[in-house]
């Protein structure tokens, strides 16, 4: 589990194409300094696991279902990726419960920015918009965020970004067209599904 407070951003060395997979290497001495063989870490929202690491890079395997699935097919070397470690029972939940299981790709649509904040307006899968409620919580890229508006008739969501979010994540440097990596709130899931097997009981 992750709390979505990013520790790091890093950037990918180099990444490796397998049949069924492909490896990735992450260039981050802040997290490659804390990380042990098999342990979980957070890349852009997606839970992966450490296959190999030193004391300045670790690498992680991305089976096909994930590049499918996720943003993370569309990286390239040189590219910016939000890093967090799995949470340790001791730690403060400072963010939101995130499982690192991405449920879709959303797409910027739109970003305006001020001297305090900046509006970023993404599309998500039409799916996913009943999952999303103003106010509520959401994880994009692995970063906990506020819904602030929706668009239900576009498929379509606000966020507001404050400069604290920008200088600790790569969310400053996606640009109109960019993919991102969405899970919604679990809660609404098990909600979901708590009615419809109670409805196919009566």
């Given at each position: 589990m992750f709390t979505g407070l990013i520790q790091a951003v890093g950037q990918v060395s180099a990444i490796t194409h397998q049949e069924s997979s492909a490896?990735?290497?992450?260039?981050?001495?802040?997290?490659?300094?804390?990380?042990?063989?098999?342990?979980?870490?957070?890349?852009?929202?997606?839970?992966?696991?450490?296959?190999?690491?030193?004391?300045?890079?670790?690498?992680?395997?991305?089976?096909?279902?994930?590049?499918?699935?996720?943003?993370?097919?569309?990286?390239?070397?040189?590219?910016?990726?939000?890093?967090?470690?799995?949470?340790r029972t001791s730690d403060r939940l400072g963010g939101h419960i995130v499982q690192g299981h991405v449920d879709g790709v959303a797409?910027?649509?739109?970003?305006?920015?001020?001297?305090?904040?900046?509006?970023?307006?993404?599309?998500?899968?039409?799916?996913?918009?009943k999952y999303v409620v103003a106010q509520g919580s959401i994880c994009l890229e692995g970063v906990p965020l506020t819904v602030g508006e929706l668009n239900d008739a576009a498929n379509q969501i606000s966020v507001w970004l404050i400069p604290e979010t920008l200088a600790k994540t790569n969310l400053s440097k996606k640009s109109l067209g960019d993919q991102v990596n969405v899970e919604v709130d679990v809660l609404a899931k098990y909600v979901e599904r708590l009615i419809a097997r109670g409805q196919e009981e009566i």
């Open positions: 490896r990735l290497e992450i260039t981050s001495p802040e997290i490659a300094s804390q990380i042990a063989q098999g342990d979980s870490v957070s890349v852009n929202g997606a839970c992966l696991t450490v296959v190999t690491f030193d004391s300045s890079k670790f690498s992680v395997d991305v089976m096909v279902q994930t590049l499918k699935l996720t943003s993370t097919g569309s990286l390239e070397v040189g590219s910016a990726v939000n890093l967090e470690l799995a949470t797409k910027v649509v739109s970003i305006s920015a001020d001297s305090q904040w900046t509006r970023m307006d993404l599309s998500l899968p039409k799916d996913l918009m």
